[in-house]
């Protein structure tokens, strides 16, 4: 039999409640099985778009989204119609370090609306700090959708060089 999963906020997940057979109407023969959701899953789902749509609409700079929280955003984004925004920047699981991720032009798209400076690129610590000057700059990842620091502070500057860089470049 196989295993499907459930796209819930935009996201592939497996259910939390447990499986139900499905079966072919036909035969009544079992033809797999389906996971089903809690509703703690979909008000998860919900909660999210609503914590996106409200730090888009707080943001002093519409072309950056802040989050106090890692969550998925993407579908947020998309369906929200954000589409001033460039940059999503939000902390890791733990709070030590946070992202700053380029939004995608359109949903499932390897591309990014803006991407990170050429210099950044596939940089680390050190040497990251000094060509972007952020002394708590941690990396850039070489395809340029996403860096991070260590502070939240750091990791707005980083979107906002970003920008001003796109910007010089004509982008």
């Not at 109407?25 to 389906?34: C, I, L, M």
């Not at 999503?88 to 359109?106: H, K, L, Q, S």
């Not at 400076?117 to 940089?123: D, F, I, M, V």
Request: aromatic share 8%; glycine share 10%.
């Amino acid at each position: 039999m196989k295993h499907h999963r459930l796209l819930i906020g935009g996201d592939w997940v497996d259910g939390d409640g447990g499986t139900s057979d499905v079966t072919n109407p036909a035969t009544e023969e079992v033809v797999g099985q389906a996971p089903e959701a809690s509703i703690e899953q979909a008000h998860a789902a919900a909660r999210a778009a609503v914590l996106v749509q409200t730090a888009a609409g707080q943001s002093r700079d519409p072309r950056i989204i802040v989050l106090d929280r890692k969550l998925p955003w993407e579908r947020a984004v998309y369906e929200g119609s954000l589409n001033e925004a460039l940059f999503v920047v939000y902390p890791n699981e733990d709070g030590t370090a946070w992202y700053c991720r380029a939004i995608p032009p359109e949903p499932n798209s390897f591309g990014q609306r803006l991407a990170l400076p050429e210099a950044w690129r596939g940089l680390r610590d050190e040497a990251f700090w000094e060509a972007a000057g952020i002394e708590d700059g941690v990396f850039c990842h070489p395809s340029g959708f996403i860096c991070g620091a260590r502070s939240r502070a750091s990791t707005i500057r980083l979107a906002t060089q970003a920008i001003a860089a796109g910007a010089h470049q004509g982008t």
